[in-house]
């Protein structure tokens, strides 16, 4: 969880937190105002992300992954580190009030300055870009509806992401390179049709796998191998090729199809995953990332 915020402090002479509502509604959804509040859902669902474990090839608690430049400590520094960009975006999207080139346009300026934020915290390590991307676009949709439920929020986020941004840098990302090389799209593209790997997969998974009986952890990772199984997810297209893709959509859904991880014979497959996807240097960063998202949307969209 994010460090509580001076502003999150009760005034003087208020009532008692909670006085007159019902016992068990949060008292952080009442107190702070809002882009503060999805900011701390999201700086929360990227330090759940990090520290669900074991997540095949990522880092996690049991260590680096396969991400001799990442740790756990980095990821958590990189996630604190992007709190005050995610709350400026929630903060644009309540002022300008809807979509348009404007928000488009301060949102990517946002996000830029996020990636730079992220980089001094990381040491110029790229743990969070896609994650930058998905939840700053899903923090200004919930902001332009308070009261969207996750399939909207995720669509609302689409149609912000087919606006152009006339400053995006003509860098050549190692998405645009998988892009070319391969013709599969990206995170552009995943954001752009509304998440599908996140709504079609990874929430359903998620509400699945916990209907099914399984603990909150796993249920997150029952949700991130449904998101691993069907994404095109450039990181593993930039370090392993469709080799390495084909590895983790086909591991994926043998975890799953095995009885998912919370089962003896879901973790065993799982276990091969993680020793195959090492072996082959490969990492579902990109699924990482929209983990997050799906973490995210499972609260936002139930506010
Ligand atoms: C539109 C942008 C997302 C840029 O996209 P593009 O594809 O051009 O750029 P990339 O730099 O490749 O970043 C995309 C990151 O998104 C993640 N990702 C990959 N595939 C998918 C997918 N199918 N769906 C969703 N998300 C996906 C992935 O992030 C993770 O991978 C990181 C590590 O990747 P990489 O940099 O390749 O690093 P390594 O493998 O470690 O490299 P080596 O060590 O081998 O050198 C990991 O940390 C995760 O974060 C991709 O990295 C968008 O970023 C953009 O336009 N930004 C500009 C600002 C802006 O407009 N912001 C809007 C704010 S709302
Ligand atoms: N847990 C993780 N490991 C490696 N890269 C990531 N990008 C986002 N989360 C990640």
């Not at 390495?244 to 065993?268: M, N």
Request: glycine share 10%.
């Amino acid at each position: 969880m994010p460090a509580k915020r001076p502003d999150a402090e009760p005034k003087p002479g208020a009532a008692p937190v909670g006085a007159g509502l019902p016992a068990k509604r949060p008292a952080q959804a009442t107190e702070l105002p809002l882009a503060d509040h999805l900011a701390d859902l999201a700086v929360e669902a990227l330090i759940d992300e990090a520290d669900l474990s074991p997540k095949p090839g990522l880092v996690d608690r049991r260590g680096n992954g396969a991400h001799p430049d990442m740790s756990l400590a980095l990821m958590h520094a990189s996630a604190l580190a992007l709190w005050p960009c995610l709350r400026q975006m929630a903060e644009a999207a309540l002022t300008i009030g809807a979509i348009s080139p404007l928000l488009r346009a301060t949102l990517g300026q946002l996000g830029r300055e996020g990636e730079v934020a992220m980089l001094a915290a990381t040491g110029g390590v790229n743990t969070h870009r896609g994650a930058i991307w998905a939840l700053g676009l899903l923090v200004a949709s919930k902001a332009l509806d308070p009261q969207a439920q996750a399939t909207t929020l995720a669509a609302r986020a689409g149609r912000i992401a087919l606006l152009d941004d006339p400053a995006t840098p003509s860098q050549d990302s190692h998405g645009l390179q998988v892009r070319r090389r391969y013709g599969t799209g990206g995170a552009r593209e995943q954001a752009q049709q509304g998440f599908p790997a996140v709504i079609a997969h990874g929430l359903p998974q998620l509400q699945r796998s916990r209907a099914a009986g399984a603990s909150e952890p796993h249920a997150r990772l029952d949700a991130l191998l449904a998101i691993m199984a069907v994404l095109n997810d450039t990181c593993v297209l930039w370090r392993s090729g469709p080799t390495g893709l084909a590895a983790v959509q086909h591991g994926a859904r043998s975890v799953l199809s095995d009885g998912g991880s919370a089962t003896l014979a879901g973790r065993r497959q799982l276990r091969r995953l993680d020793q195959h996807l090492l072996h082959l240097n490969a990492s579902p960063g990109g699924a990482a990332d929209l983990l997050a998202a799906c973490l995210f949307l499972d609260k936002a969209g139930s506010l």
